[in-house]
């Protein structure tokens, strides 16, 4: 297996969708700006890069979304203001937010599909691989989820994208993909090396319930790949039907990460990551979890 020589550096973040599944919550605001407990989904992903070695962040937005950029940008009269409070460790933490990683912004135009939003960040990332993190996905894993994927990538010399086992009435909702087990490494099953990909198909025609869940290690020959794509599934170019090329072309691994996925972009699932990251909470936990057990459900 040959060896990427180029350390990973950068990641793309799409957040140009039109969030239709959260309206009214997203009329006027970023569906990436949600929060989940005190901090918005977008800076879940975020901080998943920097604790991931990638310092260079590329967000890909579209009309309506300046309040992600006014939220990674610096804040001095809220630092003031905190501190002239004696709230001095959250105009810390407010700080550290603009200074612990270096964003570009650029925009779909647009809403042509997640493969396209994609193709917008080329110019930025130019000719290095780069990682793709889905802001509505939550992964809680150690290491992070995106780490995973380049240590794979690293030992692989291919890209790499995170899939973990979904219900099979549920694989409209996903790209799944259609892979074999590689032998002789440490992450023994968990490493597959895929054959083809589809995405959301129908239970009956999807080729396996491995379903892909938004994070993905990709070499800049995938930006080819997406020019080469039409549209698929919902008139969109995709991803998954870029990654179709890149497997057939340059070979693409799936590594079934140690972690757990929220789907935070849908309803359910956003419920899901508020009520276990609030029980994580270091000071609301306890008390939450008073709460909810005084509910008697
Ligand atoms: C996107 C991708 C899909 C992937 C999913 C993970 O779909 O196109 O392949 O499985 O993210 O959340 P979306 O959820 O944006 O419709």
Redesign the pocket.
């Known amino acids: 297996m040959t060896r990427p020589s180029k350390r990973l550096r950068k990641a793309v973040l799409p957040a140009a ?1 039109l969030g239709t599944r959260f309206l009214p919550a997203t009329k006027a605001q970023p569906k990436e700006m949600l929060p989940v407990v005190d901090k918005p989904l977008i800076q879940y992903a975020v901080e998943e890069c920097l604790a991931s070695g990638l310092e260079n962040i590329i967000i890909v937005t579209g009309r309506g979304k300046n309040a992600i950029e006014d939220h990674f940008d610096a804040a001095p009269e809220l630092e003031r203001f905190l501190e002239e409070k004696g709230k001095r460790e959250l105009a810390e933490q407010v700080r550290q937010l603009s200074n612990m990683i270096q964003f570009s912004y650029t925009r779909q135009k647009e809403p042509l599909g ?1 493969g396209h939003a994609v193709l917008c960040a080329r110019e930025l990332v130019g000719d290095e691989p780069f990682a793709v993190l ?1 802001g ?2 939550i992964i809680d894993g150690t290491p992070p989820a995106t780490r995973q994927l380049i240590e794979a990538f690293e030992a692989t010399g291919t890209g790499v994208i995170a899939v973990q086992e979904v219900a099979r009435e549920q694989t409209r ?4 993909v259609d892979a074999q087990p590689t032998a002789g490494t440490h992450w023994g099953e968990r490493l597959l090396r895929i054959r083809t ?1 589809v ?2 198909p129908s239970p009956e025609q999807a080729p396996s319930t491995l ?4 994070r993905y290690v990709l070499p800049p020959e995938i930006f080819d790949c997406i020019e080469r794509t039409r549209q698929g599934a919902l008139g969109e170019i ?3 039907d870029a990654l179709v090329l890149l497997a057939q072309q340059h070979g693409l691994h799936a590594l079934v990460v140690d972690g757990t996925t929220y ?1 935070a ?1 849908d309803k359910l699932g956003f419920l899901k990551a508020t009520v276990e990251f609030g029980l994580k909470n270091p000071e609301l936990g306890a008390a939450f979890r008073e709460y909810l057990r005084s509910l008697k459900l």
């Open positions: 969708g997640l889905l509505d996905v909702m996903y790209g799944i990909l995405e959301k379903g892909v869940t938004g995709q991803l998954t789907d972009g």
